[in-house]
């Protein structure tokens, strides 16, 4: 079983900046593949950025290349996405999510989720 806890989002400013951290509550974090969803109201959920236990496999959607960081710490089993550039498009429910498979987390199928945290971009 993991637990996740998101933490960090809130409202920005277009052009601003937000990291969003993931506390996993799990023996084996190093096991699991690490990502972060997102879902505006109307749209359909897609996963914003991917992470393996090792780190030697990423993903980013590419409306967030560039501008969006995931990185993972494996002696505090957090996950962070630290967001530049900020846009009003970025606005939506973020979640962690934790899978044992890369690709289950990158197709929008991953076995574990946290609850979410609002990110709000506007002026």
């Known amino acids: 079983q993991v637990q996740l806890v998101e933490s960090g989002g809130g409202l920005v400013q277009p052009g601003g900046s937000l990291r969003l951290s993931c506390a996993a509550s799990?023996?084996?974090?190093?096991?699991?593949?690490m990502g972060w969803f997102r879902q505006a109201p109307g749209k359909e959920r897609e996963c914003v950025a991917a992470?393996?236990?090792?780190?030697?496999?990423?993903y980013y959607t590419d409306s967030v290349k560039g501008r969006f960081t995931i990185s993972r710490d494996g002696a505090k089993n957090t996950v962070d996405l630290q967001m530049n550039s900020l846009k009003p498009e970025d606005t939506a429910v973020y979640y962690c999510?934790?899978?044992?498979?890369?690709?289950?987390?990158?197709?929008?199928?991953?076995?574990?989720w946290g609850q979410g945290t609002q990110v709000t971009v506007s002026s």
């Open positions: 999510v934790a899978d044992s498979s890369y690709s289950d987390v990158v197709n929008n199928v991953s076995e574990y």
């Open positions: 799990v023996r084996t974090f190093s096991r699991y593949t």
């Open positions: 992470i393996t236990w090792n780190g030697g496999l990423l």
